[in-house]
């Protein structure tokens, strides 16, 4: 697959999660709930976690935002849904990498990830990416506080 060839699916992947996000439904039994707040571009969401012996068992959330920032939160819901917080914490840091445009041992990198890597030449984009890791992280360092980028 050439260069040109991955760019462009995987834009059609950020497109499709973003108009048909996954995982985006109120969860009843949540065990944490957390608001994060994207000012710079206006994505507002609510994650919503159950997680039980420090395992994320269940992830959803609710908002609205732009495509990346909703295939994001997408993404990163189907991604932690079975991994313990530990795990959750370290693809958290690889997202961080990716964003950032620093090279990631690719092997331990779920193939979706990879859809942002090019957002290092877009800075102001790289917040939508990541507020809903943000808001993730701030959920498992007990943080109580909503989650601003600004
Ligand atoms: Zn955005």
């Known amino acids: 697959m050439s260069s040109d060839e991955a760019r462009r699916l995987y834009q059609s992947l950020i497109l499709e999660h973003g108009r048909a996000p996954h995982n985006y439904h109120k969860l009843e039994d949540a065990t944490h709930t957390l608001e994060g707040n994207n000012p710079l571009c206006g994505d507002r969401y ?38 313990s917080c530990e795990q959750a914490q370290t693809l958290f840091a ?48 007990k943080q109580n506080e909503p989650v601003s980028t600004e």
């Open 46 to 83: 609510v994650l919503q976690l159950r997680i039980q012996d420090d395992h994320i068992e269940d992830a959803a959330f609710e908002g609205h935002g732009c495509a990346i920032s909703m295939a994001s939160a997408s993404m990163m819901t189907d991604l932690i849904k079975s991994l």
């Open 94 to 141: 690889q997202f961080q990498r990716i964003t950032q445009g620093e090279p990631v041992l690719s092997e331990s990198l779920p193939e979706e990830l990879k859809a942002f890597s090019g957002l290092a030449e877009y800075p102001a984009r790289i917040k939508c990416a990541n507020l809903i890791w943000y808001t993730l992280q701030a959920t498992l360092t």
